[in-house]
């Protein structure tokens, strides 16, 4: 139910943005999510927006990274400039749902975004 695109090779200093775009019960979506995965590290909260358009951003992207979404596509979009060789990792994008009292999510597959230095 999410599709992600926009990963790829980039140099320090360069840009990517990220999309993902989500099918199905979109309507029962409140947030939408960013994560990544360094080789060896657990998966981490990057950005996040919420269906009143609220965002949160990781520390160590603020500045740098813009999460967006276009409720007339369902997607969600990170665009991500400065990139750094720490930003290398596999993102993923995340939704949360709301079915009555009942919370989910549902995980994209990953796409990598390489960063060189």
């Not at 960013?34 to 990781?58: C, F, M």
């Not at 997607?75 to 709301?98: F, H, R, W």
């Amino acid at each position: 139910q999410l599709q992600a695109s926009g990963g790829g090779l980039v140099q320090a200093g360069g840009s990517l943005r990220l999309s993902c775009a989500a099918s199905g019960s979109t309507r029962s979506i409140f947030a939408l999510r960013w994560y990544r995965q360094a080789p060896g590290e657990q998966r981490d909260l990057v950005a996040a927006i919420t269906s009143g358009g609220n965002t949160h951003y990781k520390d160590s992207v603020k500045g740098r990274f813009t999460i967006s979404r276009d409720n007339a596509k369902n997607t969600v979009y990170l665009q991500m400039n400065s990139l750094k060789p720490e930003d290398t990792a596999v993102y993923y994008c995340n939704a949360g749902y709301i079915f009555g009292t009942t919370i989910a999510d549902s995980w994209g597959q990953g796409t990598l975004v390489t960063v060189s230095s």
